[in-house]
């Protein structure tokens, strides 16, 4: 069956690094447009950033672009997602997503950003 595990989450102080990946099983990955939401408390979930395949590129939000990358390893059918100089309004529970014809979710992965 489908799945996709988030891990990587966790609590760091501003101005730090969290590396978050999700590993994929049960479809075609390579194929899938990838993505990173994150849903903060009493906020509707957000693009994060996403990335095409084949080469296709990817888009962030305005709020991470210049800190967060994304990026994917078809070969371990799996999405990264690198976040740089942390913020305390990053965060949130992050979610992956994979989109082509039909979606799917993870089950989230909390990250924290406090002193």
């Known amino acids: 069956q489908v799945q996709l595990v988030e891990s990587g989450g966790g609590l760091v102080e501003p101005g730090g690094s969290l590396k978050l990946a999700c590993r994929a099983s049960?479809?075609?990955?390579?194929?899938?447009?990838m993505g990173w939401y994150r849903q903060a408390p009493g906020k509707e979930r957000e693009l994060v950033a996403a990335n095409s395949p084949a080469g296709g590129g990817s888009d962030y939000a305005d709020s991470v672009k210049g800190r967060f990358t994304i990026s994917r390893d078809n070969a371990k059918s799996t999405v990264y997602l690198q976040m740089n100089s942390l913020k305390p309004e990053d965060t949130a529970v992050y979610y992956c997503?994979?989109?082509?014809?039909?979606?799917?979710w993870g089950q989230g992965t909390q990250v924290t950003v406090s002193s």
């Open positions: 049960g479809f075609s990955f390579s194929y899938y447009v």
């Open positions: 997503n994979a989109r082509m014809y039909n979606e799917f």
